[in-house]
């Protein structure tokens, strides 16, 4: 099992920046990727960003580039995602991801909305 807790969602304005940190527990060894989905009302759950556990590849979505980043810090099993320059569009319920093969681990979700 992995228990993931998220934080730092909120309300920020068009072009604010926010960062959001998910840390992991329990079978930290077996996580193999871990990552940043987010949902919208009425839409599909979307990959955000995700980054290898060993080795730190990532893998953004297109309407993020360049304006979020993600990152781990393996020493305290926690990864961010940090988000600038947010648009109305990025208003979602933004959920962390861990993938322990077969398995995916979620959060329970942290809201984060931007106003125009």
């Known amino acids: 099992q992995v228990q993931l807790v998220e934080s730092g969602g909120g309300l920020v304005q068009a072009g604010g920046s926010l960062r959001l940190s998910c840390a992991a527990s329990g079978r930290i060894s077996s996580i193999n990727a871990m990552g940043w989905y987010r949902q919208a009302p009425g839409k599909q759950r979307e990959l955000v960003a995700v980054i290898t556990t060993s080795g730190g590849s990532t893998n953004y979505a297109d309407s993020v580039k360049g304006r979020f980043s993600i990152s781990r810090d393996n020493a305290k099993n926690t990864v961010f995602l940090q988000m600038n320059s947010l648009k109305p569009e990025d208003t979602a319920a933004y959920y962390c991801?861990?993938?322990?093969?077969?398995?995916?681990?979620w959060g329970q979700g942290t809201q984060v909305t931007v106003s125009s």
């Open positions: 991801y861990a993938g322990v093969p077969p398995s995916a681990y």
